[in-house]
């Protein structure tokens, strides 16, 4: 059954509003917690489809070395994140760490991006599970069916599988998980234990300080002809951090978790160094399979590009392991998307038990009696995902470059302001507002965000100078050209409805990002 708990006290002397509805408690353990936030970065579609553009358009063989960098400046901000999960137990983690820290303001402008990102990442995924189906059933059955066959298949899997209790989800995300990390470490292992690939092992790859060296030189193409090739570093940094979005979802899962205080944070650090680790390992094992070169050259063309993974596959494992592996490809960006559908569902929810609009509290601030699952919120969710869907399959726009890039886009470019504003939410709820000083460090709670929150800047910096790049085609889309206005209208609409809820219903203004578990309620 579903439990309550109590608001915040209201401020002057209104009358306190009505209990806010909770999420299943004890409902998911640690190892449930990390498949959820591991599914959402989908190693395996992360791997194949970044890794390519990074070696291809970045920084070529030292693409790994990107990975490494965007590793070591996660964890930073990630140790800032952690400490703060230990003190703030809250479905919308983002939007109540930012609260806390610089205000309830910044905080819903940043609760309606974070939302927004998640919203739209769900039907992103959506796009590129269409079209992993539709080409893996014509490469392997030879049947050929519409990408929105496999779209709307997939929207209503999602609101079946998250309207029950949270486990179901984390079970279904589990075995998803499992067989792509199985599969991508088989790989791995393939190239190790034949001693490597055609052109040396290329250790300096795994050198960080080559993330920042621009691809230039020419390489010998699949004919034989010689290729000039070039590329940013830029290019392949950006990639590299882009494969992490959504690792950041483990926090949410507090309310839902065994012992918040203790899991959530061994749950962020572990996903993301876990994460980070696998990366650096695949990319650099898949580039020493192939050969360095060889890497370059099939990455210029995009129909050759996934042969950089399934080359090594092929040549020491067969057929049936490419052909698992386009399979896997499939699975796993469901797994991602149905991750995502998650977080978006409690990201609403969250923003909903607050009561920000009268009403709902009792519609999208509602769990479920018996599974204690968002399940309105998850309903809106489906129904908002359905028709960007739509939308993009009506107007015969691509799948892929289109529903996928475009919406991964958007989402990416509000997910990585809030994760710069909760990294500096962090020092200011230590050092500014003096809270748990038996938890502030110098480095913990100071060095290790200010660094992870200056890093999560100089992404969005070469996000917006990328942008067109990773947008491919669609980049003369109009889709493509309102994305920073779309960011900056909900960002600034957030706080424009804090500050007229500020003085027009300090009651509810007092309640922004303050709904979160304390001690006393954790174990109702």
């Not at 300096?204 to 020419?218: D, H, K």
């Not at 690792?247 to 918040?260: Q, V």
């Not at 799948?399 to 939410?425: E, H, N, R, S």
């Not at 600034?492 to 309640?511: C, H």
Request: charged share 10%.
């Amino acid at each position: 059954m579903s439990d309550t708990i109590d608001p915040p006290a209201p401020a002057g002397n209104e009358v306190k509003s009505e209990t806010v509805q909770r999420l299943k408690p004890n409902a998911v353990g640690l190892i449930g917690v990390l498949f959820m936030a591991v599914a959402t970065a989908a190693p395996i579609t992360a791997m194949v489809g970044n890794v390519p553009i990074a070696v291809g358009f970045g920084n070529g063989a030292y693409a790994p070395a990107g990975y490494f960098v965007a590793t070591i400046v996660l964890t930073l901000f990630a140790i800032g994140y952690a400490a703060m999960s230990k003190h703030i137990t809250a479905t919308g983690a983002f939007y109540g760490y930012i609260s806390h820290g610089l205000g309830r303001i910044v905080g819903l402008g940043a609760g309606f991006l974070t939302a927004m990102a998640y919203m739209v990442f769900e039907a992103s995924l959506i796009g590129i599970f269409a079209f992993f189906g539709n080409d893996t059933f014509n490469s392997l059955f030879h049947v050929n069916i519409s990408w929105i066959v496999f779209a709307i298949g997939m929207l209503v899997v999602n609101l079946v599988l998250t309207y029950f209790d949270i486990n179901v989800a984390a079970r279904v995300l589990g075995v998803f998980l499992i067989t792509e990390i199985v599969m991508l470490s088989l790989m791995a292992l393939s190239v190790l234990f034949t001693g490597g690939g055609p052109q040396g092992w290329s250790w300096g790859s795994l050198n960080p300080l080559n993330a920042f060296a621009n691809l230039s030189g020419s390489v010998a193409g699949a004919d034989g002809s010689m290729l000039t090739v070039a590329g940013s570093a830029g290019i392949g940094l950006f990639f590299a951090f882009w494969s992490w979005v959504g690792f950041e979802s483990s926090a949410m899962y507090g309310e839902e978790s065994k012992n918040p205080k203790k899991i959530i944070p061994i749950a962020v650090i572990s996903s993301v160094v876990g994460i980070g680790v696998f990366y650096v390992i695949i990319s650099w094992l898949a580039i020493v399979g192939t050969g360095p070169q060889n890497a370059i050259a099939l990455a210029q063309d995009s129909a050759t590009a996934g042969d950089i993974f399934f080359g090594p596959v092929g040549a020491h494992l067969g057929t049936w392991a490419v052909d698992l592996f386009k399979i896997l490809l499939m699975t796993g960006s469901f797994a991602c998307g149905m991750a995502f559908h998650n977080c978006a569902a409690r990201y609403i929810y969250a923003l909903g038990r607050e009561n920000v609009i009268p009403g709902m509290r009792k519609t999208i601030g509602a769990t479920h009696p018996t599974h204690g699952s968002p399940h309105i919120a998850g309903l809106v969710q489906t129904i908002f995902a359905t028709v960007v869907v739509l939308f993009f399959a009506l107007t015969g726009r691509d799948p892929y470059t289109g529903l996928y890039g475009l919406m991964a886009l958007l989402g990416t470019t509000a997910i990585m302001i809030v994760q710069a504003l909760a990294a500096f939410a962090v020092i200011a709820y230590f050092h500014v507002g003096k809270n748990h000083p038996e938890t502030a460090n110098w480095f913990r709670t100071f060095l290790a965000p200010l660094l992870g929150g200056l890093g999560m800047l100089y992404v969005i910096y070469l996000l917006a100078k990328n942008a067109s790049f990773a947008a491919g085609t669609a980049s003369s889309d109009w889709v493509f050209e309102i994305i920073p206005y779309v960011v900056g209208v909900v960002g600034i609409g957030g706080i424009v409805l804090a500050v007229v809820l500020k003085y027009t219903s300090p009651q509810r203004y007092s309640e922004l990002g303050r709904t979160v578990l304390e001690e006393a309620h954790e174990r109702q």
